[in-house]
């Protein structure tokens, strides 16, 4: 996505007028490994951005996981692993007239994940059932259906 965002107004003693382009991309890949294995590796990034007076650093991710199916496909078990770097934490500056602030956002968006899904019942399911109305009823019943 690629847009322009221009902002205007008087905050702190200083007059804004800034703006500047912007992009963030996502993008996922999913990949059939041996052994009934699949994987995904997927990533976004977010261009530098501009929000009033604040000046956000560009910042990224890159994502993975993998699964199997097990105990005849009605078990899944998966790991997935988020901001495998560390890069997704938001810096920023805000400059005004008077003062200067910076920011580091230190919070954990890495994250190690592994789960287990079982389903129930059977696997197979038979052709559906057309299911009709109250009025298809009713034109059946008096011979007109």
Do not use: C
């Amino acid at each position: 996505m690629l847009y322009y965002a221009h902002y205007r107004g008087f905050i702190a003693n200083t007059n804004l007028s800034d703006g500047a382009p912007a992009f963030n991309i996502n993008i996922t890949n999913n990949f059939t490994l041996p052994k009934g294995f699949r994987a995904e590796l997927g990533g976004w990034y977010q261009s530098r951005q501009i929000y009033g007076f604040m000046e956000l650093e560009p910042m990224w991710a890159l994502n993975a996981g993998v699964q199997k199916n097990i105990l005849k496909d009605k078990g899944t078990l998966r790991l997935n692993v988020q901001d495998i770097f560390w890069t997704a934490p938001p810096s920023a500056t805000s400059i005004y007239d008077s003062y200067r602030e910076d920011f580091d956002v230190k919070r954990e968006t890495r994250q190690v994940t592994l789960s287990f899904s079982y389903r129930f019942g059977n696997n197979k399911s038979g052709p559906m059932r057309r299911r009709t109305g109250g009025a298809e009823d009713e034109k059946s019943r008096a011979g007109n259906g």
